[in-house]
């Protein structure tokens, strides 16, 4: 596609669910990152990949966040145990060059 | 650890006014960038800033850096409604390998008629 695609755009799940994110990069596109952007706040860094390889998951909040990109290109982003401040836009980019194009996001409520 | 700044967080502004909004950054970053955003919308690149003293304008909007502060600059010149956006600016830190970048919390531009 001409952009990175997330889906689902919109989710709601119940505390204790598990959720998992899709994001779609641009194609041929090495580096893809993700991102937690909380209402009012900047996006804070969880994750990136080169290819298959997860080269920095600092940012992952705790062990009940997981992301995996098996096959260097679509990935996904699982939550496990969902709890109510997991709630947030979860943001996905990938990058050529000097410039990184963002998702839409996926539009995560815990309730 | 890179930590950036920016402020204001709230700016409202009259149409036809200037503005500067100011990002700094607490070490060596490699590149610079600013992003708008709409409400409900995802980032939109507006620059990337690569080497201290570099100035881009796009419209009524621009960007520069200098490195030897760790400061970059937005200015916004005679503001139109339709620039009302948050916009935040990103740093990448000079990590080799380690592309991710670390943003600010952002300014809240509105343009007041």
């Known amino acids: 596609g001409a952009g990175v695609s997330q889906s689902p755009r919109y989710k709601v799940a119940k505390r204790g669910q598990d959720v998992a994110l899709r994001c779609d990069p641009i194609s041929g596109h090495v580096s893809l990152f993700w991102y937690q952007q909380a209402l009012g706040q900047g996006p804070e860094f969880l994750t990136y990949?080169?290819?298959?390889?997860?080269?920095?998951k600092s940012g992952l909040p705790s062990d009940r966040f997981f992301a995996e990109r098996p096959e260097g290109s679509v990935s996904t982003l699982k939550i496990q145990r969902t709890q109510q401040e997991d709630s947030a836009v979860y943001l996905c980019a990938s990058r050529v060059g000097n410039t990184i194009y963002f998702g839409e996001g996926s539009w995560l409520t815990v309730v | 650890e890179l930590k950036v700044e920016q402020n204001p967080l709230f700016l409202s502004m009259q149409e036809g006014k200037n503005y500067t909004i100011y990002c700094n950054y607490s070490t060596t970053s490699d590149r610079l960038y600013w992003y708008r955003q709409d409400p409900g919308k995802s980032l939109e690149s507006l620059f990337v800033?690569?080497?201290?003293?570099a100035v881009k304008q796009e419209g009524r909007l621009m960007a520069s850096l200098d490195t030897k502060a760790r400061l970059s600059t937005l200015h916004i010149t005679a503001a139109v409604h339709d620039l009302s956006a948050t916009y935040f600016c990103?740093?990448?830190?000079?990590?080799?390998?380690?592309?991710?970048?670390?943003f600010g919390t952002g300014t809240r531009l509105t343009i007041i008629p």
């Open positions: 990103a740093g990448e830190a000079s990590n080799f390998g380690n592309e991710k970048l670390t």
């Open positions: 990949f080169q290819n298959e390889a997860q080269l920095d």
């Open positions: 800033l690569l080497s201290n003293g």
